[in-house]
């Protein structure tokens, strides 16, 4: 469904649970950052009445995912560290376009938003499948279901603004793009990293 190309090694988790305070606290950030790029999106798209009504939803879930998390990292003793740069995400956006119209851009945007989605879910459906801890199992099982409807919802929005782009294309481009650079991650107790 997600159309990556690259899986992320399950070995993967058990870096993330050498270090479970630092996962949650890279979690908790994401999620942040997921409902402050939907609240932009909200901000530079005004106009787009059913746009809006949809990021304010995404919106919302982000930050319930954030208090999930910081609950979570309450409940076990621990505490929400500083923000953390996100590599992964850096890189994508260096791969945004930046040109064309009002639109083109928007499309360009969701397309973004829907990579970070994708890999977010593959990425918790590897921790459901494979971490030892049953509570963060199902915890990250039901984030992983919330973030494929995110992902489709950004992708769906692209279609359905895009003016100049061949938006099927286009996330060919992003799907290979992401496959170049993602073998880089996966070696450090963060969600992307």
Known sequence: MLGLKLATDPRWVNIVESNIEEILTDHAWCEQ???SNAISLITQNSEKEE??????????????????????????GLSLGRERKDHYVNELFKFMKKDGSRNDALCERLLFSAMIEARSCERFKVLSENIADAALAKFYRDLMISEAGHYTTFLGFARKYADNVNV??????????????????????????
């Open 51 to 76: 746009l809006v009504t949809e990021l304010m939803i995404i919106a919302r879930e982000e930050l319930e995912h954030l208090q999930m998390v910081h609950d979570l990292i309450k409940s076990k």
């Open 33 to 35: 950052k997921a409902a």
């Open 168 to 193: 099927d294309k286009r996330w060919k481009e992003w799907i290979d793009f992401e496959t170049s650079i993602i073998s880089n991650y996966g070696k450090q107790e963060t969600i992307h990293g």
